[in-house]
């Protein structure tokens, strides 16, 4: 396998890992699986100083500083460096990339083993709980028998449950930020909305649209990253940065094209999504997200919590209303009836669900502050 | 014309009323148009007892009772009859499809008067203006010179309001429900997506489908139904009716097929949806409630408010998301500000939007006192 880096924020590419064949949830296995990570900070002599940052829905294993061919920041990046909440003076960051992803990781677009071609639709149906159990393989290929902490926000957060619950003695502490223990009626139906538009599109083609030339299911993806986008957002915040401007300076032209500067905005998102993200994946990775619940192997998020080691650090987001401050605090609380050490933060923001990549200020406190409770 | 029926909520047909040329919004003009409409009660000598209900989104004239050829009871059929809010047996209501809609009224779908077939994409984008500037024509054609009261929910409050400040003098009471001044960027970035899905159809055809055996923007149209209508529902409703439920009693069956009840649910209506409704009138409709700005004309609400002559009774529901109490109560302090006499009820319901279908026991009081007082 490949060493573990030394401490930069720029690095040159993403480290690959190949692990063994993985029995999923669903009872099929995946032969093998490559894992694209990346790290930052030095694992210390006694390898108790590892956190693994676990990335949302669209997010990936770069999480801070600048990466080669990559212009944009790493998406944690004012939480993730030295000195910052994750500090990569003291701490060694992990941050890997999903499996089902398609950034690096083996995903429906990786090369199927028996002849190479794409998954596409053979790619098993994989779960959190498979994600997290090909991130333990990696963790314990980079020398750590135990974290000392597992973060991320959304899918990242729900990432961090399943690690408590399933690994609980590989983990010192949980720190799930903006997420719920599983997803209601109304975050699996903005889901199947985007995954209808996806495979409604005549290019997705039953997934099977790889290869040179071939037509992409890009106005299904689209649809399905503009709904996205406007759950990851408030109302007030869309308020005040679009309200009712027009995008064109002579006002509307009474036509089908965008009128609105949200609908530009909108437009403009989906073609950037289009150009990074994977359609399958993104069906693949949203089934996960809707399976999630931290319930299923102990009927109850009380009894779950019991059958953890981990302290707990909750963060809700003020005006996050695709995961509410109520089903974060209801997390906490749980914990808290299982006699588990736990603690809760609300940061007041206007940015909706972003706004744990947005306002991290407020985060970085009690974060930090945790962390080093952690290692006293 | 046609003359005004008798009073029976079981209807064998809708009338149907051809005006002459209208001027719209856009600085375009429509040659001639027809009203699909319906009455209930009886129009009294004086013509002092005639209510206009106007009806939403995705509705029609049938309002009440039962209708030939379909099974479905009248939209807001708990509200409308003998003895209920809207007193079928004291006055006389008129509900009439939406100019740009597809239920008998002039839209994407009618004949052009110079070909004869369909106008798609040559219809004029019609405004929720032009739709009150139809129906005022079709209530002068039917004897009325000034309307007792003009209400409807949603779309509906929206053509309430345009009733009252751009014909003052023809209505004496306005009861808008469940609606907003104008929509908010997060309302227009719902109607976009469900334009984009519609539009980015293969089938769409740029709005040309129409005719025997050519196939029809389904896929587009199902999508932007079910963005729809998921905003109309209430986070707590779906929890309530579907939660997690698996759709099969087995549980998952880990594949891209409907695993959850909600998903069946708003495939199921998006099918129902499909039978009924045009694709070409969704995209107008949902442009002229996105362009729909009831200052527009005055420069605020409340000059707005101070051109109308109407006493207002405004109605919220409390678990409305697309249009929030505090949008109708805003809507109802600026009335207040101008001087206007109005009233203000919050109906306590769990159903979001849809509420004001659906909880009408509590809002049928309040109409109930208001139209008394009109006629008092």
Redesign the interface.
């Known amino acids: 396998m490949t060493s573990p880096p030394q401490d930069s924020l720029h690095k040159t590419e993403f480290f690959r890992w190949q692990g063994p064949e993985l029995e999923l949830e669903?009872a099929r296995s995946l032969p093998e699986f490559t894992l694209a990570y990346q790290t930052y900070g030095q694992l210390n002599a006694a390898a108790d100083n590892a956190i693994l940052l676990c990335h949302a829905l669209s997010g990936d294993a770069h999480v801070a500083g600048h990466h080669a061919e990559d212009q944009r920041l790493g998406w944690w990046d004012t939480m993730v460096g030295p000195g910052k909440a994750f500090d990569t003076s003291r701490y060694f960051v992990i941050c890997s990339n999903v499996l089902g992803g398609c950034m690096g990781s083996t995903g429906p677009a990786s090369p199927h083993p028996s002849d190479g071609r794409p998954y596409a639709?053979r790619f098993?149906?994989v779960t959190i709980a498979d994600m997290v159990r090909a991130q333990k393989h990696l963790v314990n290929a980079l020398g750590i028998e135990r974290l000392l902490a597992v973060s991320g926000g959304s899918m990242g957060g729900m990432q961090a449950l399943a690690w408590a619950r399933l690994f609980p003695d590989a983990v010192a502490g949980a720190i799930p930020i903006a997420t719920a223990a599983?997803?209601?009626?109304?975050s699996?139906?903005?889901n199947?909305?985007g995954?209808?538009?996806i495979?409604?599109?005549?290019n997705w083609n039953g997934g099977d649209y790889y290869g040179e030339g071939v037509p992409q299911p890009e106005?299904?993806l689209?649809?399905a990253r503009?709904?996205g986008h406007?759950t990851y957002?408030s109302?007030h915040s869309?308020?005040e940065?679009?309200?009712?401007r027009w995008q064109a300076e002579d006002g509307?032209a009474?036509?089908?094209e965008?009128?609105?500067a949200?609908?530009s905005y909108?437009?403009y998102q989906a073609d950037k999504f289009n150009q990074r993200f994977d359609a399958n994946s993104y069906?693949y990775i949203t089934?996960a997200l809707?399976?999630f619940?931290f319930a299923r192997w102990d009927g109850s998020d009380r009894e779950a919590f019991a059958c953890t080691q981990a302290r707990f650090l909750f963060i809700a987001y003020s005006s996050d209303w695709l995961y509410p401050v109520r089903q974060n605090r209801e997390l906490y609380e749980e914990a808290r009836a299982a006699g588990v050490p736990a603690e809760f933060a609300e940061v007041d923001s206007s940015k909706g669900h972003d706004g744990f990549l947005i306002h991290t200020d407020d985060a970085a406190g009690p974060v930090s502050a945790f962390l080093r409770k952690l290692r006293s």
Not at 241 to 244: A, D, E, L, S, T
């Open positions: 669903n639709l098993p149906q599983r997803h209601s009626a109304q699996i139906a903005w199947e909305i995954r209808r538009a495979t409604g599109d005549p106005a299904g689209a649809i503009m709904v406007v957002l109302e869309m308020e940065k679009f309200g009712r509307p009474y036509t089908f965008p009128e609105y949200v609908e909108l437009s069906l089934r809707d399976y619940d």
